[in-house]
């Protein structure tokens, strides 16, 4: 009989337990894993798998359920270097379609080093997991394994669901400090950071004692105290820097956080049932809270007209992975893989610690969030392959030792809204503690980095500093629709600082990019499709070819996935390489060449002359502005009213929509 969901966590549970504690995991205990994984789900599931079989490319799979699923063990001690074997796993995975006989690569590949677990579906997402899972996140995420029984998986259910509260319950929070007028609007959100950081600290075990929910308990249990004393006391005591920590009482131990998240701790008076709601809050794990939030949240806090006259739409990881990977990733990767000597190691890892991402419309920080993340595991990988070297030319020095870490004040971005810059310096905060704990760093995260690389701007009025890679999702606004959601004056500083006219607001970003660049600097850009068409191709994407930008990696048209009405395309390029480089792939397809139509050619920009036979024959029509569309009633009353005759000003006209 099928276990219930209760049977299933409880199951989970017990087996993250278990195999927590056993030490010097051999892969000779594979089977035993997976048995015993399998076995939390129910009898069935185990009883479907076959190890050790036999594949074409003459190596041997793990493990394999017909039709669902291929395993692949790694040993304990890889957990942190998954990354290195995925191809192994995927390579296994594309041998196991044999046309011939009609069998087809099963949907799922799990690639597992014991205490970490990485899911994929390298038929529909060939470039990232769907999902990575620890040992002790098991039972919490047990949703993504549905597939082991027959059912559809469910990726990041439940931190979806901890994503969707959290914000609801923020907003809410916003929302009775604002009726009250309690602060400032800038001491509420602020209130709402610091907050969040702190029960992130908490939950994540980052600060042992931090009180922060113990203060909460203590203000709804005592309500003639207020936050504004208590909770604002631990504010300053996070702000304060002096070697001497309280020895007593409510802040006993608080240590100094700073980076500038408490350079001014907000007193803010909660009502009780304030304090009521963010007590809740205080109990969400939010641990699993993923940037996501912040994404939603800004857009909560903005509200849509805000939201819509910014272009501020949060971009999902999926999205952002088809820049982060081609313009970051993948040159790094290259470059590990080509290492054969101990000083080239060393030269790529000093290269690797100045390396700089901007982000120049970073929002809430996804893209440098998730950059981040990977630029560490990059960063893993090669401490490793250095070590390897070292050793092999008997070498007594060991990197992976050593006490200095990727920065992460080397991520950069620029971004036009407050709230937004503070939002996504937070989530690199907690990217960075992230991955100290993902690649057991010993990296020390408080006090927090100096982020003032990520600054308040305009980003096309202001000069963008100097970075080996760019990636970004700036603002969606069609050319039309500019002057709705521009001031006078950015309309006028974009006709005299461009000299192209107004286009869609993206194309300024891509020239800005191009005109920063410098010979060997990568990017990888989001945009309105527009900048592969007539509309804006000439102001954008040929521009960033002739001053010297080679397409190296694009998707010609793809649906945005969120609330935006919009197709976008997405362009990586190099600035200016040496060598040609290899491979170029367009739509998921390795091509000989990438043109700014974003179509396969060898000639990267290919402009048509008109056809002069076909000059005054046909025109695009008028294309409707603003509120004045009226039904044909109003506009025949109109026409004629008070005696007098509107006909020239206001017309019928005919769309090519069946109404
Ligand atoms: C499409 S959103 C992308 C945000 C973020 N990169 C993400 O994916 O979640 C565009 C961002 O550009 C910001 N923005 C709009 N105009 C800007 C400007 N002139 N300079 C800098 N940022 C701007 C918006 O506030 C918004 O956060």
Redesign the pocket.
Known sequence: MAFSTEEIKANLTEFAGRWKVRKGYEKGEAQTFLNEFFACFGPEVADQAVFEQHEAGGGFIDCIIPGVAIIEMKSAKEAAKLAKHRKQALDYWERSADQESGTAAPPYVLLCAFTKFELWEPGKFPGAPVMEIELDELAAHFAAFSFLLGKAPMYHANDEEVTIEAVEELARLLTSLEKRDEGSAGQRRSFLLQSVWCMFAEDTGQINDLGFTRILQGLVDNPDRSSADDVGGLFEQLNNSAAERPKHGMYANVPYVNGSLFAAPTHLHLEPEELKLTRRMAEFDWSLIKPAV??SL?QTV?GPDRQHQ??????PEA??QLVVEPTILRPWRERIDALETFEEADQALEDLHAYRVL??????????SVAYREIRRVERLLLDRTDELAKSEGRAESKAERDSYFPLSNMLG????SF?VDLARLSLWMAQWLAGKELNLREKTLPLADLDGVVR?????IKWPEAEAIV?????HGSQNLRGVLTED?IEFIENRFDVGLKD?CVYWFRKAADAMRPGDRAGM?GTNSISQNRARSASLNYVVQAGGVVTDAVSRHKWPGE?VVNVSIVNWVQKPGPAPKPLMLDGEVVTGINTRLQESVVPVEEYEVLDANLLKSFQGPIPVGPFDLSIEEGHALRKSDGIEYSEVVRPYLVGTTL
């Open positions: 912040f994404g800004m903005f910014l272009g501020a739409h949060y971009t999205e952002i982000d120049p419309a970073c929002g809430c920080g996804n893209f440098l620029i971004e036009i809204e937004a701007g305009d980003a096309l009025q970004s999702n700036p603002p969606y950015q607001l989001v935006a």
